[in-house]
T-cell receptor
Framework: GDSVTQMEGPVTLSEEAFLTINCTYT??????LFWYVQYPGEGLQLLLK?????DKGSNKGFEATYRKETTSFHLEKGSVQVSDSAVYFC?????????????FGSGTQLTVLP | KAGVTQTPRYLIKTRGQQVTLSCSPI?????VSWYQQTPGQGLQFLFE???????NKGNFPGRFSGRQFSNSRSEMNVSTLELGDSALYLC??????????????FGSGTRLTVV
């Protein structure tokens, strides 16, 4: 079945550091890929998405490129801020089939220190 | 436009009781999905409703059920609550069944605590 593997956390960085959170997936065909962010006490917010190979999703300084050859969708940000502290989830949505559902990674807790 | 609204935000129930959670999707969205989030199991899919019909179901016992009304609002019911049902329950809406290619918009969740 489909699966998503995220790098284990927690990740602690200083403000203005470079961020990478690795995400790889297993799925047939060409799934859509997503990064969601969850702030304390809140639900999930869509951060960015990509729907086909080589697409780059971007939002709020975050970027991720859909790499079919390596089945990866790594999240990057050039300069993190304290306000970026949250849990980040990588997810996939299968490309076809009537019974589609989001499959999530286990989440990566990011803490940014001033 | 208004986002996905879940009520209540917090609930405390006793083992053996039942509970009903509510979700109002984004206006115009006809698909509503439910997810359970726990520290141990992460985010797990419960079920999806589209146009009042259950389209997909995850691997949860029959104590978990749901329904969708003609205005697309959805309710989720858990009967005979167990301590392990304590979780954040998230609702997500989409304009298409299966999320289309654009995925889902999530609500803020209902935090259920079973004591």
């Amino acid at each position: 079945g489909d699966s998503v593997t995220q790098m284990e956390g927690p990740v602690t960085l200083s403000e203005e550091a470079f961020l990478t959170i690795n995400c790889t997936y297993t799925a047939t065909g060409y799934p859509s890929l997503f990064w969601y962010v969850q702030y304390p006490g809140e639900g999930l917010q869509l951060l960015l998405k990509a729907t086909k190979a080589d697409d780059k999703g971007s939002n709020k300084g975050f970027e991720a490129t859909y790499r079919k050859e390596t089945t990866s969708f790594h999240l990057e940000k050039g300069s993190v801020q304290v306000s970026d502290s949250a849990v980040y989830f990588c997810a996939l949505l299968p490309s076809s089939g009537s019974a589609r559902q989001l499959t999530f990674g286990s989440g990566t807790q990011l803490t940014v220190l001033p | 436009k208004a986002g996905v609204t879940q009520t209540p935000r917090y609930l405390i129930k006793t083992r053996g009781q039942q509970v009903t959670l509510s979700c109002s999707p984004i206006s115009g969205h006809r698909s509503v999905s439910w997810y359970q989030q726990t520290p141990g199991q992460g985010l797990q899919f419960l079920f999806e409703y589209f146009s009042e019909t259950q389209r997909n179901k995850g691997n949860f016992p029959g104590r978990f059920s749901g329904r969708q009304f003609s205005n697309s609002r959805s309710e989720m019911n858990v009967s005979t609550l167990e301590l392990g049902d304590s979780a954040l329950y998230l609702c997500a809406s989409s304009g298409q069944t299966g999320g289309g290619i654009y995925g889902y918009t999530f609500g803020s969740g209902t935090r259920l605590t079973v004591v």
